[in-house]
């Protein structure tokens, strides 16, 4: 089953590489996406966000009332196709305009969105999420984080790990334990917490790539105005489930990096000589591996267009999103695996190599792959809870 696309689609298709042709210079091409974000990057990332912004394409999934186009799956997943086709830079601000946002829209008050949404969307506010902790990560239920209310404050205190963006954050979107005395569901708010308060200490965990781009962030006697509270008190699980299902409704587009990476390996592996001197893609070997990974890159693709589709039929977003997080995550691996090979002992100051260690917490991030295996067990096949 492959997208039809209707003619609207077609249609927002053209104007969108128009207006990419003309404003995805070799400049912005370039860019990357430099998780460190040393200055220079990041402001070149605010100009980006502030182009997009004016031409209404930062954020096309929110409302037009706050900046976006009101875009339904269609547009977005043509959108994502010309971003990738121009290879055009992302934004600065993913976990905020993707994840957190929506949340705002559907819990915040109308100051919170007068004040958060615009500066969000042109990358002047970074937003990170601040869910996991030490103890809390799969059951993220668990969490510890304390906030108690003392006057028109809440005292928080406690520690958050793996913070994507921690280091660069202006706001972070923070679940917190407010009524300890209830089950564990029941007793969590959520806060949007200004990064600059004092009692914040953001510490950055180095990756086995090198690069510091997550965090731990400790939070001390923190005084928190009792105004940052997103969603009724005592209701941050609902906050977070929203949060999350907009995270996992991303997995739909994760096909298109991941296809134009084996577009690059075929033709690394063109490029290539192999060991008798000719190229590796005459390899028996190494050709079944391509082909195997085409194919099942092609097959993300085809769930991706049925959670599309399923959308657009009004259905319920099922449990295929964790198919598609489990199949994408082990193949983001395979593929970087490949690259390697194929580069042989080149491949450690490589892309390549870069992406084979990168990839390993792609299991991890975002529900890991033995949670997705027990989602896929549970609600598609049916079987008895582990
Ligand atoms: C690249 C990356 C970016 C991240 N960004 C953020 C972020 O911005 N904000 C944030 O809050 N968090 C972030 N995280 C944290 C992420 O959400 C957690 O790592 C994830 O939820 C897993 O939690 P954990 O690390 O505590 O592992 P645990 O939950 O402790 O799991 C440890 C192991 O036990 C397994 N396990 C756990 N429960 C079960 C079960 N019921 N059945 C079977 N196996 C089980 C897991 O699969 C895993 O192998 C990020 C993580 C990564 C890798």
Redesign the pocket.
Known sequence: MDLTYPPEAEDFRREVRAWLDAHVTAQWRDLGYDLEGPPAWVEAMRDWNRLLADAGYAAIAWPVEYGGRGAGPMEQVVFGEEMHRARAPGTLNP?GISNIAPSIIQFGTDVQKQRFLGRMLRGEDIW?????EPNA???LAALATSAVRDGDHYVVNGQ?V???LGHLADWCELLVRTDPSVAKHKGISCLLVDMTLPGIEVRPLVTITGERS?NEITFTDVLVPADALLGPEHQGWMVAMTTLAFERAGVANLHLGLRTKIAALIELAQETDGRDGRPVACDPVFRQRLAALHSLGESLKLLSDRAVSNELQGRPAGPESSLAKLRWSLLEQSVSELGCAILGLGASTSFWGREHLASR?LT???G????NK?VIAERMLGLPR?
């Not at 990170?128 to 996991?132: I, M, N, P, R, T």
């Not at 890991?368 to 949670?371: D, L, V, Y």
Request: aromatic fraction near 12%.
């Open positions: 976990i990170c999420q601040g869910f996991s990560g799969s059951d958050k793996w913070n994507t997550f917490g991890i991030a975002g890991t792959t033995e949670i027990n582990g």
